[in-house]
């Protein structure tokens, strides 16, 4: 069989009909009774037992989930260890410095200001909000055992409860004194901390962390 001069992609130097009887068509059509056999249907695949159906229900249907997620604790940073102190860049305290004493089973840091160098007490930080520094503070032997998630999370709900319309209107209430138990726990870690910090470092942690016109973060060590 004589192969066809390509002038363009598609287009031969051949026409239709010529071509037709080039490629011995006219044969294969005479052979099958004047039609071009025809090809044998391929086979549906079978629909799994699983798919969706064509149409949804109009209201949602619970459905039970295939798996749980677990929710790992966060992998702590190298850059911050017992005894580092971390600058706080968001939340109520942001611009203070303060010591990072332990992981809790949440992921979260345990830190404390002290309170009564900075005023921050001991609270939970997620640690994508603070900036690790490199002091660091050798801790004495201090007592966290009351110092857990749960700890703090009952302090937390108590915040959280929501003002209605009428409270939000009246006047401001006084503010509620602190529960004994906290205050006296606050009290002791400051008193176990306070004789390991020398008077430099004192007074580098009463200090706010500020930028300035013409500091460069990006360029700087801490």
């Known amino acids: ?3 066809a001069t390509v002038i363009a992609k ?3 130097a051949h026409g239709r009909s010529k071509t037709y009887k080039r490629r ?3 044969a294969i059509k005479k052979k099958h009774g ?4 025809a090809k044998p249907a391929a086979k549906k695949a079978e629909a799994p037992a699983g798919k969706a159906p064509r149409l949804y229900p109009a209201e949602d249907v619970p459905k039970p989930l295939s798996h749980r997620a677990v929710r790992k604790p966060a992998k702590l940073r190298a850059s911050i260890a017992p005894g580092s102190v971390l600058i706080l860049i ?3 305290f942001k611009g203070k410095r303060v010591v990072f004493l332990g992981q809790l089973p949440s992921g979260l840091l345990l830190v404390t200001g002290p309170f009564k160098l900075n005023g921050v007490p ?9 900036i690790a520094t490199s002091t660091k503070v050798a801790l004495p032997k201090l007592d966290l055992s ?10 937390e709900d108590k915040k959280a409860k929501k003002k209605g319309e009428d409270e939000f209107f ?6 509620k004194a602190l529960a004994a138990d906290y205050v006296a726990n606050q009290k002791a870690l400051d008193a176990a901390l306070l004789p390991a910090l020398s008077a430099d470092l004192k007074g580098y942690l009463s200090s706010r962390f500020t930028l300035r016109d013409g500091d460069r973060p990006h360029l700087m060590k801490f």
């Open 34 to 37: 004047g039609k071009f056999p």
């Open 122 to 130: 001991a609270r939970r930080v997620n640690q994508a909000y603070v």
């Open 90 to 92: 968001a939340g109520r």
């Open 10 to 12: 598609g287009i031969t």
């Open 146 to 155: 009351k110092f857990t998630d749960s700890y703090f999370k009952v302090a």
């Open 1 to 3: 069989m004589a192969k």
């Open 170 to 175: 009246k006047a401001a209430p006084e503010k």
């Open 24 to 26: 011995g068509l006219w």
